[in-house]
């Protein structure tokens, strides 16, 4: 993003300053799950893609790579109706996947697909924000945690309990693999007045939450939280073309890969000397 970018954006986002009522972020926010769940409900499992992409974002998904190697254990948090789950699991025949969300009906739609096993997939509702992970998947035991268009659901003060409970099952030397909204994103600008919750925070029309993270805020909530160590934390621009309409626009996303250091107690000495 060059600054003629941030700073037309910025002069976007600073002329709305209205917020939306206390009562309903408060709402927004303790709904969030049942939200989702009627989400689920409208759509089925008919709106989101398969991420046939991410092998080519995160070469830890390759077939070959180290990770990819000796039965290696994955979580995908917010796996929705599977979308993320299908692909890495055909292509990774020795790979065990465990598949959380906090809609019960999208967990459902993943146990009823006909690619279901579960000598290779354990699907289970969880709200990582209050459920312990640990509870499903043994401490310290998980390679890689898939965290893809889902920590953006969450409230901002909430985020901080979701990493720290992924942590509880990180294996030292596992991998976070991290891809969200990223601020600025065309999405955000396009917001009206009377969805913005807070900065960076935004309702939805159907009541689903949209955080927009920046690469600082990344930083703040894995390496200052999480005592992780950062091996990549940047943005991804991608330019919509409407030649139509003669409009360009910016897609802006963050991506991003953190790991566990090898000692663990490196983790929980961060854990328990910061706050967010």
Not at 79 to 88: D, E, Q, S, T
Request: proline residues 4%.
């Amino acid at each position: 993003m060059d600054d003629a970018f941030i700073a037309d954006a910025q002069q976007i986002l600073s002329a709305d300053n209205s917020l939306v009522p206390e009562f309903w972020q408060k709402k927004y926010k303790d709904e969030a799950g049942r939200n989702w769940d009627k989400f689920y409900h409208r759509n089925s499992t008919n709106f989101f893609k398969d991420r046939n992409w991410t092998d080519r974002e995160f070469e830890e998904l390759r077939p070959g790579h180290a990770f990819s190697e000796q039965n290696p254990v994955l979580l995908e948090i917010g796996c929705g109706v599977g979308n993320f789950v299908w692909p890495i699991l055909k292509r990774n025949p020795d790979i065990f996947v465990y598949a959380c969300d906090f809609s019960t009906r999208a967990v459902g739609f993943v146990k009823a697909n006909e690619s279901y096993s579960e000598d290779r997939c354990c699907a289970f509702v969880c709200d990582i924000t209050i459920d312990r992970l640990a509870d499903t998947i043994p401490p310290h035991s998980v390679d890689i945690v898939s965290a893809i268009f889902v920590l953006s659901a969450l409230p901002p003060e909430k985020q901080a309990d979701a990493v720290s409970n992924i942590l509880e099952i990180l294996k030292p030397g596992g991998r976070i693999l991290f891809r969200d909204y990223g601020i600025y994103d065309l999405a955000q600008l396009r917001f009206k007045s009377g969805h913005k919750l807070e900065n960076n925070l935004y309702v939805r029309q159907d009541g689903t939450l949209s955080y927009y993270f920046s690469t600082e805020r990344l930083r703040e909530l894995f390496v200052q939280h999480g005592g992780l160590l950062e091996l990549g934390n940047d943005y991804v621009v991608r330019r919509l073309v409407n030649a139509k309409r003669e409009i360009d626009s910016d897609r802006v996303f963050t991506q991003a890969k953190f790991q566990a250091p090898i000692d663990s107690t490196a983790i929980e000495n961060a854990m328990t000397n910061t706050t967010l």
